[in-house]
């Protein structure tokens, strides 16, 4: 009787230790424990009663364990922090997706297109990138308050059947969150990179099949740089969602504001409780940790091919 065929156990992978891979662990670990001490910091504090938020020595796990932070902060009808939840994931979606359209057409003409002034006008827009941009919060506010004026003159900021108002464009409106960074540089070069390392002979037989430059755009090069598009949306994303300084200076309204902006409310009035403020920063933080985890491979890829592509 013939034996029967048995699989084949797939070899186990070992780990090899060196000593290259202790002190590379010895090189991190410190980086680890000063990124990470604070998170496990604001975690802790957050399910600690505020009666002992101010011992010392610091207490780096929640004594006692306790939920009444969330429950004060989730219950308390003067913080809607669930419309101000809502509020943060209209600016992030929308401004993501204008970022990642504006940017990725932009990148497809400078790689593609010919036309006159381009290399001298993506120079320009490489040199933006060294202007700090502390010096373009006064020339954007004054340009988005007259912006407003401009449609609120034109009664575009009203329902003309209705009466009521409709997307406000001006000031404590989010279309002044999104245009300031609507083209950014980075996103733009980054882009271009990619799209110049993508064959030409792909875009050059769509052409002769009948497509048209934006369907060569659309349908042949945007996928082909899907990885470069998740990272850059995923850094554009984190970076909408946690904006605090220009949204502090442009919202003013308590419906309007997003959430960074809304947790400065649990430090003002009758507020100031640091287990209240650590319970908020954790709601905060919640999200932008699941979308990394989720994207992480796609973020570390859109890196890792940048610095391969273009010329």
Sequence with gaps: MAESALPALAPTRRFRFSTQTLILWLLLLPVVIVLAAP????????????????????????????????????????????????????????????VLL????????FARLEFPGRDAIFSVLVISLLIPGVLQVIPSFLLMRDLGKIWSDLGLDKNPITGGAVLKFGLDGYP??????????????????????????????AIVDGAGRFRVFWQVAMPLVKTALVS????????????????????????????????????????????????GAF??????????????????????????AGR
Excluded at 102 to 109: E, I, L, P
Excluded at 176 to 200: C, D, E, V
Excluded at 253 to 270: D, K, N
């Design 232 to 279: 850059i949306g995923i850094s554009t994303a984190l970076g909408f969602w946690n904006e605090l300084f220009w949204a502090l200076i442009i919202l003013s309204s308590r419906e309007a504001i997003t959430l960074p902006v809304g947790l400065l409310v649990l430090t003002q009035s009758g507020y100031v409780q640091r287990g209240l403020a650590f319970s």
């Design 176 to 205: 002044a969150l999104w245009l300031p960074g609507m083209a950014g540089a980075g996103a733009i070069f980054f882009l271009r990179q990619q799209f110049y390392s993508l064959p030409k002979e792909l875009e050059d037989a």
């Design 102 to 109: 504006v940017s990725a057409s932009s990148a497809y003409a």
């Design 283 to 308: 709601i905060a933080t919640v999200p932008p940790i699941i979308v990394y985890a989720i994207f992480q491979r796609q973020i570390i890829q859109g890196m890792t091919t940048a610095g391969l």
């Design 39 to 98: 998170v496990w910091y604001m975690i802790a504090k957050a399910f600690t009663p505020e009666a002992n938020q101010y011992k010392f020595p610091i207490v780096w796990t929640p004594d006692p364990f306790t939920m009444r932070n969330f429950e004060i902060i989730l219950g308390d009808r003067a913080l809607p922090i669930f419309r101000w939840m809502l509020n943060s994931a209209v600016v992030t979606s929308i401004g993501t997706l204008l």
